[in-house]
């Protein structure tokens, strides 16, 4: 049983009805012989607020690869919370990054969470492979699976976090069936296959209609969203309810990284 007191309660808007549910049974009620109306036991005063973590996961894909070593290590010592890795297959998309093998030496040196955005065809083939490599979040495209239950459960049984992107054609609505077994939804924001590309308006739309969808399943699946991503947008994004922001050639391309993933984390 709960006592009289403050509680202050942090949660995601999707865990509101579980904690009004859990504050029920805790607090209990009590009926008197001569009045049959319900009694509280104590009286408790919950302070509740909206705690939404903003993460911030830097692209290497913008990153100078002639000293991806040092740029790993200005990540680990800034305040970013994944490092973002792109891999295209030129097939999928119409650019080629890197795959496994440099996952792998990056993950020799990261200190912080792989996390993964797979641009490619069937990537069912490679799922162990990238597990292996050090992938801790992997991202497949559900443009890309015919049985996308499928990928992401082995996904998951790979112990890893299990992660679908959309792209900016693709409705949000389309992940009503699946949304609650995900731990993370990338957004495109702009069109897969290179960076520094324009910022596409409609996705603060596509943000707050998944966010309601989550909060319809009851799901506590993160947001995140990927493309032409800098001070403006990135405010407005964790406004309409995102909760990662990848951001590529505005972190690699300012003057100062490590300031600006710090900038990014206070928006
Ligand atoms: O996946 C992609 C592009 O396909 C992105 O991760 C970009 O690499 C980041 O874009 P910018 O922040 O440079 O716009």
């Known amino acids: 049983m709960l006592k009289a007191g403050t509680y202050r ?5 999707a865990d509101f009805n579980y904690i009004c549910d859990a504050f029920e049974l805790l607090v209990g009620s009590s009926t008197s012989a001569n009045n049959h109306a319900k009694k509280p036991l104590a009286t408790i005063e919950i302070i509740i ?7 911030i996961a830097p692209s290497i894909l ?3 690869f002639t000293r991806l070593g040092k740029e790993i290590e200005m990540l680990n010592q800034s305040d970013a919370d994944y490092i973002h890795c792109d891999v295209m297959d030129g097939v999928f998309v119409p650019n080629i990054s890197f795959g496994i093998p440099v996952i792998g030496q990056v993950n020799q040196i990261a200190q912080k ?11 069912d083939r ?3 492979a990238f597990k292996k490599a050090g992938a801790d979040i992997l991202t497949v495209h559900y443009e890309a699976c015919t049985h996308l239950h499928r990928t992401v459960q082995a996904i998951k049984d790979e112990g890893m976090r299990a992660s679908v ?3 900016p054609h693709t409705p949000v609505h ?7 077994e995900l731990d993370m939804v990338l957004l495109m924001s702009v069109n897969p296959g290179f960076g520094g590309q324009k910022f596409i308006e409609h996705t603060y739309h596509k943000v707050a209609e998944l966010r309601q969808l989550i909060e319809k399943r009851n799901a506590d699946t993160l947001i995140e969203v990927d493309g ?4 403006e947008t990135g405010k407005k994004l964790f406004e309409a309810g995102a909760n990662v922001l990848v951001a590529g050639s505005f972190v690699f391309g300012s003057d100062n990284p490590a300031e600006t993933i710090h900038n990014l984390k206070k928006l």
């Open 113 to 123: 969470p792989l996390d993964v955005h797979l641009m490619i065809v069937d990537p």
């Open 126 to 128: 490679y799922i162990s």
């Open 49 to 55: 607020e909206n705690y939404m973590e903003k993460l």
């Open 165 to 167: 992107c959309l792209n």
């Open 62 to 64: 913008a990153s100078d």
């Open 9 to 13: 309660l942090f949660y995601f808007p």
């Open 228 to 231: 032409g991503v800098n001070y």
């Open 174 to 180: 389309l992940l009503e069936d699946i949304v609650h």
